[in-house]
């Protein structure tokens, strides 16, 4: 649109966003609340363009003024941030967790932090909830955004208008169809790139170029914009994290906020009048510093176990957020826009570069240091190195590795793989013992590890699509064509088949019509690991099953850490055995009944892991025996030993 004069509702419409983000975040309802992001990027993208369009109109446009104008809006409150954030941390985070911090601000500092996280766990996973920089995944999308964009759009320009809208379209689409794509096949790359996340900026920007006069009546207008309010609203409440996102999902929030800022473009609609009322425009106007600052104190409060849980609490924490983010939107974001601090421009850039030199320096010397993990006492320096992998070796298996038939070798390389070891990260988190017991019986094997991935063929779950069925199935093949005479699978078996958290995204299906559930898919995890144990043992493949762990009620290694600073010397106690064996009832049902119809054998680690109390056992000598909840650490991988002694007399008694 050519109307470029300030505009209340869109500050409006921003409030209604970054508050749906944070209700989302801190779990006050709006379960689809995290669609606020994509109203950012439609938003940015719009003003974006609409500025760009203006100055090139009046062919005063220029690269500098645009990237200092940019750089003075996001920058200089983003540092502070950051540098309170680091800070903090010292005081708070363990050291592996200041750690990954301290990478993750000087990936902030290159504009790369999207792509960090997406190397790390899902934007939707716990562990996420203890990085108190991911929010800035989406500040690094806009900000690679503002790099190219400005660079593209006055060369097509200078084409004629119907060529512009048709380079718009054009690459909205097949950033689009990228987009939808990656979801079903690389979901964690779609939610944090740039590739799949430009169409949403630039449907902003095309609606920015379209001429004025292109309008409808006022009646329309008013439908246009209470429909767009509507589907947002119905994206806050019937999204959750079981959606696959973005994806076609991220379409309903996109086309809402376009008709939102379509509609009330040359007048405001009722809807465009409720938006500009005083306090929603002032909750816009320091939306960015609120955003900012919301995430890192929730993460920090729910690190030292003090997240809000009643309405006082959540007041308090609201009340803190608005009073921080109100004084660095007016004594820093407000200033600096404004040119009234650091006037010129080799003065701001120097200040600039020097701040991220700072950054930079400071977040090397801590990632350098392990997260400073000498200002800790000894006690807590050995809880912390339970969450160190032995294995310094990736031991993932990818579509690559199987397409060069290779994988992962452990235990004495020198000699030929009799065995492999087959799992999602559990797998993983004893893969580090494994490789020492195979390097003491003088033996080697295969690893293959993925997380969140049940090693049973023709199974899946709906975020990762049908591809990873055609991965497992590769596995198999691998140890059929390379006549591997052992396997040891190890999952955490309940989460695909049970209640998780209460979500269900992480059920698997074996049919493309059938929608995983509580009902269906224990059958499917029966009858797929049924044919797959069929067809190894066709091949006189013996098998070991590794039941699932104790799952924790808590993060053990932070409880523990708690409870030395709180010098609290009471027991904690695990989960009980009772509990342990309700809880694994459905998996372990169907893992015996398995047994008891071939050759595999079950591996039962309740012996080891339960004290004559019938409580699970955290720790030994002040060194536990799990890095979280659910995963053991290296010691409690080496705990298990016992357990695998005969699985690897066998495997070499048959090689002798």
Known sequence: MQESKYRADIDGLRAIAVISVIFYHIGLSFPGGYVGVDVFFVISGFLITRLIVKDLKNDTFSLAQFWERRIRRIFPVLAFIVLVVLSAAYFILLPLDFKECAESAISQSVISSNFYFWQQSGYFETPAETKPLLHTWSLAVEEQF?????????????????????????????????????????????????????????????????????????????????????????????????????????????????????????????????????????????????????????????????????????????????????????????????????????????????????????????????????????????????????????????????????????????????????????????????????????????????????????????KHGKKIVDLKQAVVDFILENEIKYVILISRWTANIQDFNGTTNRLITDSSDITPSFTYSPGAFSRQLKNMISTLEEAEIKVWILQQVPYQKFNVPRVLVKKITKNDNTPTLGITLKEHLAFQALSNKILQDISKTSNVTILNSDSLLFDKNDYSILEIDGYPLYRDRDHLSKFGARYLEPLFLPVFDTITSKNK
């Open 146 to 462: 503002y790099l190219i964009f400005p660079l593209v759009l006055p060369l097509i320009w200078k084409t004629s208008f119907k060529r512009v809208v048709k380079c718009f379209i054009c690459i909205i689409t097949i950033s689009l169809v990228f987009n939808i794509y990656c979801t079903s096949h690389f979901e964690s790359a779609a939610f944090y790139l740039p590739f799949t996340r430009a169409w949403e900026l630039l449907s902003g920007g095309l609606l920015a170029i379209i001429p004025a006069k292109v309008q409808s009546g006022k009646v329309k207008k008013e439908l246009i914009a209470w429909l767009g309010m509507g589907l947002l609203f119905a994206a806050f409440f019937l999204y959750s994290k079981d959606t696959a996102f973005p994806g076609v999902a991220a379409v309903v929030p996109v086309l809402a906020t376009v008709m939102i800022l379509y509609s009330n473009t040359t007048k405001l609609t009722s809807l465009g009048k409720l938006l500009s009322i005083r306090p929603l425009v002032f909750t816009g106007l320091i939306s960015y510093s609120l955003y900012l600052w919301h995430w890192p104190l929730f993460v920090f409060l729910k690190y030292k176990h003090m997240q809000p849980s009643t309405v006082t609490q959540y007041l308090s924490f609201f009340v803190f957020c608005f009073i921080a983010s109100a004084l660095s939107w007016k004594f820093i974001e407000t200033p600096f826009r404004k040119r009234l601090i650091l006037k010129t421009q080799r003065t701001f850039y120097f200040c600039t570069a020097s701040v991220i030199i700072v950054i930079t320096t400071a977040s090397t010397y801590i990632t350098l240091q392990n997260g400073l993990i000498k200002r800790f006492s000894d006690d807590i320096r050995k809880i912390e190195e339970a969450k160190n992998r032995d294995l310094d070796i990736d031991v993932r298996y990818k579509k690559r590795l199987l397409k060069a038939k290779t994988l992962q070798i452990i235990g004495n390389k020198s000699k030929t793989p009799t065995f492999i070891v087959w799992g999602d990260s559990h797998a993983k988190a004893l893969s580090s013992h494994l490789n020492v017991m195979a390097k003491q019986y003088n033996i080697s094997g295969y690893c293959a590890t993925k997380a969140g991935t049940l090693p049973i063929t023709n199974t899946w779950r709906l």
